[in-house]
Each structure stands twice: as structure tokens, then as C-alpha cells.
């Protein structure tokens, strides 16, 4: 009573003020209090809408909308989208600038085409991996003409016709991603950059695009960033081109290109001094002289990524020593790479942020001792399957880059405790992977725990001496723990289990052959933590029916399940299919007790929103082809394993 | 040497010296031919394109010393100072030139006077002499011809330079063999004089026989299979004026069916050699070898003027009195440029029914190809190829590619059309808001189940699973397809409330 008297007194603009220091924690205010409801309903920007069902009342309450996610709503239709907008006014059409309807695959050129007419104000349209979209939905898309983003990530049917609608029909686009859409060719890339003469960025990764398109795409002036990772028809001529065009261009990413040289590179390079980032992983086996002498003019480069290419000391000398500002830098399965060599790198580099050193395994503790000491911003570090790092390395780490927020060390058997603790200086820890560290154990992981508050990924797959009590240390200490990887932590049983229900965020569970967890500790698991969208509980043999019927009746917002291996019977498998109304994917190999007809059932039961199943080949033929076929025209895919 | 003195005093004494033969000019004429209006001609036609017929042309010309003619080997080949003064043409010039042609016309009326009294002539005079007689006035107007052509081309200057840069100075010199060819060694042959004023020819020939018919020069070099595109390949040709002579047929001449037409009889025929056969029928002296053979064959050998072609439709680019004149090359191609221009579009696609055409093989070229342009735009124009269809949209501003309605292409196996399809068929599109579909079975029992969840084993029996046989699930395949998974249901019944703790609001991040 006294705190509705309270806020009673405030005005709607300090309403506003204090909704925008609560954060994401916003969700108890406006359950208990009407004034927040009305004052986060009219001032609330994006929506991310997580079960469909209550779309239409979210969608009445936050009619100002500028952003509209309907990303985890696979089971929008056509007919859904025509229902939204009849009913009512549909005022939130009006102001909506960003429409996401990644992976909403359900929803056809029909539907796409009212939703995009009746939303005036489009700028942005996220249509990525909607693999069933061709040129209709594409021509739906086009209707957008104040369009500027456009995401068709594997959009898999669009050929360069759906392209050249887009072109003719959104000419302001400054961000178009083409990622995937296989069927685009030189042809429609051509008409792309002779329409759209304002974009900024450009992905066309993977096409199968030749030298020519990028012909075309050197006349387009006000290119930022363009990125054609896997591009293999493209080479060294395509770059030539870019050398004399795209005068802003900052970013390039030609990793993946098979057919890209170093002299390739060189023209790129000498015709772009002021380049930002440069990313050529994996397709270049060294870097020739020339281009490194080339590489000194850059001295604008941020970002340099060359991933899999043998290197030098001096090849890392020449980059520490002349790109001054580099903040990232690639080196991952760089063959060539010596402590000496990195140590002459970072002296000069010491503004590096991020730097991944993944599998170069002759790097030992000088070097990262002198990364520790060189490069106090230090933010992500990788070093998975760097054997020779042991914890006097960590130590320094723990010392100097206390901004540190993600280390990988995975397969790193130096790591043990003592490491752990002195890591555990690193309070802003976010991001840990200790996969396959045999060598630490609870002790350790307490460290963390204790020291460690915003850390939300941890991964201690293979982990085998950490226990129930390290889980203990671990929910009490990392609160917001969002996703954790337990599997093969065969020490733990159901009290872990317990304490993990303790995680009010986690979305992420792996827990992949733990043999001692039952339906007991599962069920714990499945009551409380309510976020809970992808579960993998493979080879967890000791969980009956019991815990997967809770399965099936708490965790209404899984997403994803890995079954393979479990005793869930005919029963419970067909009430858990068809109760999760989120589920999407799930792996069913090897389910002992479950009969072909069972698992038909179970799949007639979901096959309205499943998107993609895993199951055994020896049922291929045994399962109806009524339902596979259903199954198939509603978007899913079956992968027989 | 003053060259407009030695034109004149040229042209005087061949102009008298008609009716007398003069060893010394005939000689004079036919031992120089390649040089002898070779810097004149060629000075001009640098400077002019030709675009429209000489003599009709009241067009400005330029001074005194661009007609002048040298007629001697050393004169310098790149006199610049003539050149140079084309640029600048002024009136007082053109006169004189105007009044130069009008001089020349008349004399060519004279001879051409003399030769049709000539003719008229019963063959009295011994054989050599008449033959002497023809070759020098054939001379003599060969030269006044020429003559002529090069003092009316150089009236024009219309575009200037636009044919130093593209004619290669070798093709000019081809024309001129084409003109001074008549000079050869037997200058009576082949000669034909040109009646401008009425653009008809006189086949003015040694063999009096044959009939002096316009037609049959029309028709010469009729052929049915000529390459249809003839028309358009003459485009960039840009011959100089005066270097063809013009033809114009009337537009009867152009569609009448049959272009041969037998003298005896009157039967038509589409081809020469058809006619030939024909006439052997009317007599022996039809069936010598001479007769039967190509008639054009005999005088093959022989030097002749460039033909070109006028339409008949005024006001036509191809019309010779039209300012950028582009005349024809062939028959054929005046036949198929007047079809498909000025006539009525008659022959109607039997596939598309829409395409129309005038002239039958374009017709014929089309079905070929009818139905295989696939590639549409939105402006209704279809392309046989991808990228032709693509360079008309980056052309136009608006144009968007089409997409056909039954476009299965690439996405046969993608759910758009097929999956509304089956969607449908399953039923699982549920349209009944109103109430909840009666085999929602599991949800409504989820419900009542709240009460003993931490039995679930109870819930179980209470649901009956366990009295049904797995193996005749075959009997109920609909249920699960029409159970709450219904596409629109969740929108009405948007309130299971699960027992674990979500609401409605929890349902947003």
C-alpha cells in the first residue's frame, strides 16, 4: 500500500527514468504495479516474442514498437500473420522499423508480402535461414522500398531474379548479407550494384560468384565492408578489380577463398592503405614477401586474421612493429608461430584486445607471460590445445589483464587449481572454457566461483574430478550462469543437479553421459529453471519416464533435446513431442524402449513445429512415408544418423 | 597549271569533239584511270559523308578549287591546301558550283539527245564507225558523269570528318575503282548513264537487242535467300554520295508477288532462272546457251557503278530525300524493309498468337523460338536469354524480372507452394477459432492433472495410454495432426497456464 502511494506521486517521465535503471529486471515491476505496465507498454521498443501463443495480446499491450523478434516462432504462418493484422487496429505495424523473422520458416511469400506491406516504416528485415525461401518470398520482400538491412542468410531458393526484385524494389539498401543463397550468380550481383548504389556492406559468402561479380562490385562507391568468405571461383583478377574501385572500402574478409594468392592480396592491399580489417584465413598456405613488405602500409589495420597460414618471427615481427593499432589478431592453427615470434609481436601491439592462438602448441609460458605484460587490455585470449601453458603464465594474466572476459584453454592439461585461483583475479570473467583440464577439480572451480560473478559460459566437458560439490561453489557463486557443459563429469549425481537448479538463467545444459543423475535430479533441474531451451541428455541412462514426463510438462520453453540413448519409452516420448510446444529440434537415435510405432506417434504428435529430427537409418523404411512426407512439407529436416 | 582552265578547256574539247573522233583524248582517258580524279574525288569525299543523292541536293558547296581535277600522275597526293579550304564554304563559290552542275546537266541532256537520235537511226552506216561513235560519247559522258558526282558530293558538308576517322582511305580507293572503272580498256561496255532527275536507269548497252525495259534492271540480282538482316548490316556502310547510283522502286513494284514477268505472254515469276525455263517455251532462239544462261553472269566481268536503294515512303530514312539518307543495299532488302515498316503486320504466330509479322520468314525465324523465352520482365517484354533480360532491367528504371506462376524451378523441393498444399490436406490449418478442436485431448487432461503431478505415473492411467495398443495406432493417424498444434489455435487459447509459474509476460525477453 505505502509503495503504491509512492509511485503514485511520480511523474510518467520519471517512471520512464527509473524503468531504464532496472535493466532486464523489469518483469516483477510490471506484474505488481499498473503504472509501470502502462508506462513500459507505451515506451518499450523491441519485442522478442517467445511463445507464439501470446502474440496477439503482447502485440496489443507494446503498440510502439520499433523492433518485433519473431525469431523463436517458427509456427508463424500465413494465416497467423493475417489474424494480427485484422484484429484491431494493429497499430504496432505503424512504427515498426525492424521485423526479424530469422528461421521463421513457416511463413510463405503470401503472409511475408501483407506483413511487409502493412508496415510502412521498414528499415530492416532479417529473413536469415529461411531455407524454404525462393524468389516469391524475396519479391514479397521487395515490396519494402525504404528498406536499408537486409539479412537472407541461406535463404537457399533465391535465384538472381529474386535478387533483381530486391535490387529494383529496395534501391536505398546499404546492408544486404547474401550468405548461402547458392543459387545467385554473377549475373545478379551485377544488377545489384548497378541498383543499389548505396550499400555499405556486403556479404556473398559461399556463392558461387566469379571474379566478374566483383567486376560489378568495385563500383560501388560507398562500400564498407565486404565479405566473401569461401568464394572459390574468385581470384587474384576479382581482387584487382577492388584495387582501383570501392574507395571506402575498411573491411575485407577473403578467408575460405581457394583460388586468392598473396598477389592477389598485394593489389587489395596497395590499393587500400587506410583498410581496417583484413580477414584471409584459410586461404593462403604462407604469406609471400611482397605481402608482408605490404602489410607495413597498413597502418590503419585493426582487425587481421590469418588463420592456417604458416608464419615467421619475422612475418609477427613486421605486423607488431608497423600495425600500431591492431586490436584483433587471428592466428589460430598458424603454423610457425614461437614464442619468440609472438613475444616480438605484442611489444609492439599493446593495444591487442582479442587474440587467438588457438593450436599453436609451441607456445609456452614466455610468451603468454609477455602477452600478460604487454597488453593490459587484454579482453579475449585463446589458447585451446596450447599443451606447454602451465599456471605461472596464468598467474601473469591474473596480474595484468584484469578486463579479461574470455579465455579458452581447453585441452590445456597444465591448467590444474593453482592455475584456477590465480585466473580467479580476473573478476570479469564471462566467458571460461576448461574442457578436458583433467587436472582441475573443485577446489579450483570454487576459486572461480567465488571470484568470478558475470561469468555465464562455462565449459567442463570432460572435467573429470569436478563434483557435486564444485557445483555447489559454482550456482552460489555464478548466479547468471546461462549456459554450462557438464558432459562426461561422471562424478556427479543428483545433488549437483540440485544445486544447478539453482541457476534462474540457464538456458544451456549439456549433460551427455553423466551415469549418475535419475529422474530425481533432472525433475529438480526441469521445475526451476524455467529458461531451459536446449538439454542434451545423451547416454544419461539412469533417467526413467519419470524425468522426462517433468521434461515434458515444465520445460515448456525447450527448444532443443538430445534423447539418443535414453530409456524413455513410447509413452512419455509421444507426451513429451507433442506437450513442448517450443520444441524444435530433437535427436532421437537409439531409444531402447521405444517401438516404431511409438516413435511414428510421437512425430505425428509434433510435427507441426519440429524443424529438425535426428533419428536411427535403420528406420527409414519402417517409419510411414505419409509422415515423413508431412513431416517434410512442414519444414523439417530429417537427418538419419 | 590553272586547273579550272585545264578543266574547262577539257571539258570543251571533249564536248566538241563528239561527232569527230580524237585518237589523242581516247588514249589520254584510258591510260590514266587510277590517278585521273583520284586526288579531286578522294579530297572531297574525306572531307563529306554522303547522306542524300547529288543532283537534287540544293546544298551550300565551297570554292572554285574543289572541283578542279588534275589530271596528271605527279600531281602531290595530299594537297592540304584544298583540304583545308573545304572547312569553310561560302556562298559565292557555291554559286559557281551550282552553276558549274547546271552547265554539265545540260551537256548530258545533249548527249543523251544525241544518243537516243542515234538510235533512232535506221543501221545504214558501216558497223565500225557506229561502234567508234558509241565508245566516244560513252566516254564522254562516263566523264561528265563523274564529273558531276564529285562536284555535287562536294556540295555537302553535312558531316564533316566523320568519314576520315571511320573509312579507311583503302575503301575509298575501292570506290573509286568502282567509278573510274568504266575507263578500263573497253570503255563501251557497261556503261551506264544516270538520269537523276528521274532516278531511273537506262540500260544504255552494246547489246541493242534486248529490250530497254526499266524492269529488267530492277530486277537484276533478285534473289530469294539473300540474308533477311541485309537491311540492318548496310547501317554503318557509309558510302559517300555520287559513289552508288539510286534506284527507287514504286511501292506496286515492291509487293507484287512475281518480279519476272514474261515479254510474250506476261506470266510472272519470283525468280529470273524460273522465267528463263519459261521462255524456251516460246521459241528456239530462247534455248541457246546465251539466253538460258544468268544474264548478269555475261556482264560480270564488267565494270559498273555501286547500286543502292530508296524507299518509296516519304518521309522514310531510307528515302532518298531524307536528310541522313541510308539507302538499301538490295532488292530484297527494300522488299523486307518496306514490309516490315510501312505494311500491315499479317502473319500471326500460330503458338503465341500475339507476335506479328509482315514478312513471312520473319515469321518463320520467330516460331522457331516461340515459347522458349522464358525470361520475363514486368513490362511484358520476354528474352530468350538470362542475361538479356537482366541488361533490360539494369537499363530501365522499374523493370523488375517477373516471376511465372508456375515457377517450380529451384524450388521443387522447398515447402512454398506444395506445403500450403499438403498443409492443407492434413487439415492441420484449423480454422475453427471459435472452439477448441474435440480431439484436444492431451492439453485439457495437462489441466486437470495439476492436482497429483508428483505422481506422474497416476497421470498415465488417467489418460488411458496404457489401454491402447501400440500396434493399431494406425487407427487414429488424424489425431495428432489435429490437435492444438493447429496453426491459429494457440492464438485463441493463448492462456495454458503450466503449473510452472509462466504467465504471459514471462514470454518476452
Known amino acids: ?641 | 597549271m590553272d586547273p579550272k582552265g585545264g578543266l574547262c578547256a577539257n571539258n570543251c574539247r571533249r564536248s566538241s569533239s563528239l561527232t569527230a573522233p580524237g585518237n589523242g583524248l581516247q588514249t589520254n582517258l584510258s591510260s590514266d584511270p587510277p590517278s585521273f580524279y583520284g586526288i579531286g574525288i578522294e579530297s572531297h569525299f574525306n572531307e563529306f559523308d554522303p547522306p542524300s543523292p547529288p543532283i537534287q541536293s540544293v546544298l551550300p558547296g565551297q570554292s572554285d578549287t574543289d572541283i578542279e581535277i588534275p589530271d596528271q600522275e605527279n600531281c602531290p597526293l595530299s594537297d592540304s591546301s584544298n583540304t583545308s579550304k573545304l572547312q569553310d564554304w561560302n556562298p559565292s563559290a557555291m554559286l559557281n558550283n551550282l552553276s558549274f552542275l547546271e552547265e554539265k546537266i545540260h551537256q548530258l541532256r545533249d548527249l543523251v539527245h544525241l544518243i537516243v537520235n542515234k538510235k533512232c537511226q535506221p543501221i545504214g552506216q558501216p558497223h565500225e564507225l557506229v561502234t567508234q561513235e558509241q565508245q566516244l560519247i560513252t566516254a564522254d559522258l562516263t566523264s561528265i558523269i563523274v564529273q558531276l558526282i564529285s562536284t555535287a558530293g562536294s556540295l555537302l558538308p553535312s558531316v564533316r570528318h566523320t568519314l576520315t576517322n571511320t573509312n579507311p582511305l583503302v575503301s575509298q580507293i575501292d570506290q573509286l575503282h568502282g567509278i573510274n572503272l568504266p575507263f578500263g580498256p573497253e570503255p563501251s561496255s557497261g556503261i551506264r548513264p544516270q538520269n537523276n532527275s528521274a532516278n531511273k536507269l537506262f540500260d544504255k548497252s552494246t547489246q541493242n537487242d534486248l529490250p530497254n525495259t526499266c524492269e529488267m534492271e530492277q530486277n537484276y540480282n533478285m534473289e530469294e535467300h539473300e540474308p533477311k538482316d541485309e537491311e540492318d548490316v548496310d547501317e554503318g556502310e557509309n558510302l559517300p554520295p555520287g559513289s552508288y547510283e539510286i534506284l527507287q522502286l514504286e511501292k506496286e513494284e515492291i509487293l507484287a508477288p512475281h518480279t519476272h514477268f514474261c515479254t510474250i505472254c506476261g506470266k510472272g515469276f519470283k525468280r529470273d532462272a524460273n522465267l528463263r525455263m519459261h521462255m524456251r517455251g516460246h521459241g528456239d532462239e530462247y534455248k541457246t546457251p546465251a539466253a538460258l544462261a544468268k544474264p548478269h553472269k555475261e556482264t560480270g566481268s564488267e565494270p559498273k557503278l555501286i547500286k543502292r536503294y530508296s524507299c518509296p515512303y516519304s518521309g522514310c530514312k531510307r528515302n532518298k530525300d531524307h536528310k541522313k539518307f541510308q539507302p538499301l543495299k538490295t532488292i530484297l532488302c527494300v522488299k523486307n524493309h518496306y514490309k516490315r515498316t510501312h505494311c500491315d503486320k499479317s502473319y500471326t504466330c500460330s503458338r503465341c498468337n500475339t507476335k506479328k509479322f509482315s514478312v513471312m520468314a520473319d515469321l518463320k525465324t520467330h516460331e522457331k523460338h516461340c515459347g522458349k523465352d522464358k525470361w520475363l520482365c514486368s513490362c511484358g517484354t520476354t528474352f530468350s536469354r538470362k542475361d538479356k533480360l537482366f541488361g533490360h532491367i539494369a537499363l530501365f528504371q522499374g523493370h523488375t524480372p517477373a516471376i511465372p506462376l508456375d515457377d517450380t524451378k529451384g524450388v521443387t523441393e522447398l515447402p512454398d507452394p506444395q506445403n500450403r498444399e499438403i498443409s492443407n490436406k492434413v487439415g492441420s490449418v484449423n480454422f475453427c477459432f471459435g472452439s477448441k478442436p474435440s480431439s484436444e485431448n492431451l492439453v485439457p487432461n495437462m489441466m486437470d492433472m495439476k492436482g497429483n503431478i508428483d505422481d506422474p505415473m497416476n497421470y498415465f492411467s488417467s489418460l488411458n495410454f496404457e489401454g491402447c495398443n501400440f500396434g493399431a495406432f494406425n487407427e487414429f493417424p488424424q489425431t495428432p495432426f489435429e490437435d492444438a498444434e493447429g496453426s491459429f489455435s494457440f492464438l485463441m487459447s493463448g492462456s495454458f497456464k503450466f503449473g510452472g509459474g509462466e504467465s504471459s509476460s514471462g514470454n518476452l525477453q
Open chain 1, 1 to 641: 500500500m505505502l509503495s503504491e502511494s509512492v509511485l503514485c506521486l511520480l511523474t510518467e517521465d520519471l517512471f520512464i527514468r527509473v524503468l531504464e535503471k532496472l535493466g532486464p529486471d523489469r518483469k516483477p515491476w510490471r506484474l505488481v504495479c499498473k503504472e509501470f505496465l502502462r508506462v513500459e507498454s507505451a515506451t518499450r521498443k523491441s519485442i522478442r516474442i517467445l511463445r507464439i501463443e501470446f502474440l496477439v495480446g503482447l502485440l496489443k499491450k507494446f503498440c510502439n514498437i520499433e523492433t518485433l523478434d519473431l525469431s523463436l516462432c517458427p509456427r508463424i504462418e500465413d494465416g497467423v500473420v493475417s489474424v494480427l493484422l485484422s484484429q484491431g487496429s494493429a497499430s504496432w505495424t505503424r512504427g515498426l522499423r525492424r521485423l526479424v523473422l530469422s528461421r521463421a520458416t513457416g511463413l510463405g511469400h503470401v503472409g511475408l508480402e501483407i506483413l511487409i506491406r502493412a508496415c510502412p516504416m521498414l528499415e530492416a528485415v532479417d529473413v536469415s535461414h529461411c531455407w524454404g525461401y525462393g524468389d516469391r518470398e524475396a519479391a514479397a520482400l521487395s515490396c519494402a522500398a525504404r528498406l536499408r538491412e537486409l539479412n537472407m542468410d541461406k535463404c537457399l531458393g533465391v535465384t538472381d531474379i529474386g535478387l533483381a526484385k530486391i535490387a529494383v524494389g529496395c534501391g536505398k539498401l546499404e546492408k544486404l548479407s547474401l550468405k548461402w543463397c547458392l543459387e545467385i550468380s554473377d549475373l545478379g550481383i551485377d544488377l545489384l550494384c548497378k541498383k543499389c548504389l548505396d550499400l555499405k556492406f556486403l556479404d556473398v559468402s559461399y556463392l558461387k560468384v566469379t571474379s566478374e561479380s566483383l567486376r560489378s562490385i568495385a563500383s560501388l562507391s560507398r562500400l564498407e565492408v565486404f565479405v566473401m568468405v569461401g568464394c572459390s571461383l574468385v581470384d587474384d583478377v576479382g581482387l584487382r578489380f577492388l584495387e582501383k574501385g570501392c574507395p571506402l572500402l575498411k573491411a575485407i574478409d577473403v578467408s575460405r577463398c581457394d583460388c586468392v594468392s598473396s598477389s592477389g592480396l598485394i593489389s587489395l592491399i596497395s590499393g587500400h592503405g587506410d583498410l581496417e580489417q583484413l580477414d584471409a584465413g584459410n586461404c593462403l598456405s604462407e604469406l609471400s614477401a611482397p605481402l608482408v613488405k605490404c602489410l607495413e602500409n597498413l597502418k590503419q589495420l585493426r582487425i587481421i586474421r590469418i588463420d592456417g597460414v604458416r608464419v615467421s618471427d619475422f612475418i609477427l615481427q613486421t605486423i607488431g612493429t608497423n600495425c600500431k593499432s591492431l586490436v584483433e589478431l587471428g592466428l589460430s592453427k598458424c603454423i610457425g608461430v614461437t614464442n619468440k615470434g609472438i613475444m616480438q609481436l605484442v611489444s609492439g601491439c599493446c593495444n591487442l584486445k582479442i587474440l587467438d592462438l588457438t593450436c599453436c602448441r609451441f607456445i609456452s609460458d614466455a610468451a603468454i607471460t609477455t602477452i600478460a605484460d604487454s597488453c593490459p587490455d587484454l579482453v579475449c585470449l585463446k589458447l585451446e590445445s596450447c599443451d606447454m601453458v602451465t599456471e605461472n603464465c596464468i598467474y601473469q594474466l591474473g596480474l595484468n589483464c584484469l578486463l579479461l572476459e574470455e579465455l579458452d584453454l581447453t585441452d590445456c592439461s597444465g591448467v590444474d587449481d593453482i592455475a584456477l585461483r590465480y585466473l580467479s583475479r580476473c573478476s570479469k570473467l564471462v566467458r571460461l572454457k576448461l574442457g578436458l583440464c583433467t587436472n582441475i577439480s573443485d577446489i579450483g572451480l570454487a576459486h572461480i566461483a567465488c571470484n568470478c560473478p558475470n561469468m555465464t559460459e562455462l565449459d567442463l566437458y570432460r572435467c573429470v574430478r569436478i563434483g557435486d560439490d564444485g557445483l555447489a561453489a559454482l550456482t552460489s557463486g555464478c548466479k547468471r550462469l546461462r549456459k554450462l557443459n557438464l558432459s562426461y563429469c561422471n562424478r556427479i549425481t543428483d545433488r549437483g543437479m540440485e544445486y544447478i537448479s539453482h541457476l534462474d538463467e540457464l538456458s544451456d545444459l549439456e549433460l551427455r553421459g553423466l551415469s549418475n543423475i535419475t529422474s530425481i535430479g533432472i525433475r529438480a533441474v526441469a521445475i526451476s529453471c524455467q529458461r531451459l531451451a536446449d538439454l542434451d541428455l545423451k547416454h544419461c541412462e539412469k533417467i526413467d519416464d519419470s524425468g522426462f514426463w517433468t521434461l515434458a510438462f515444465y520445460s515448456q520453453n525447450l527448444r532443443q533435446i538430445n534423447m539418443s540413448y535414453c530409456a524413455v519409452s513410447d509413452m512419455v516420448l509421444c507426451f513429451l513431442m507433442g506437450n513442448l510446444k517450443r520444441l524444435q529440434d530433437s535427436k532421437l537415435v537409439f531409444l531402447s524402449k521405444v517401438t516404431v510405432t511409438g516413435l511414428e506417434v510421437a512425430l505425428r504428435a509434433c510435427c507441426g513445429r519440429i524443424k529438425k529430427v535426428k533419428l536411427q537409418r535403420s528406420l527409414r523404411f519402417l517409419l510411414s512415408s505419409e509422415m515423413l512426407e508431412t513431416l517434410h512439407a512442414r519444414g523439417c529436416k530429417i537427418r538419419w544418423d
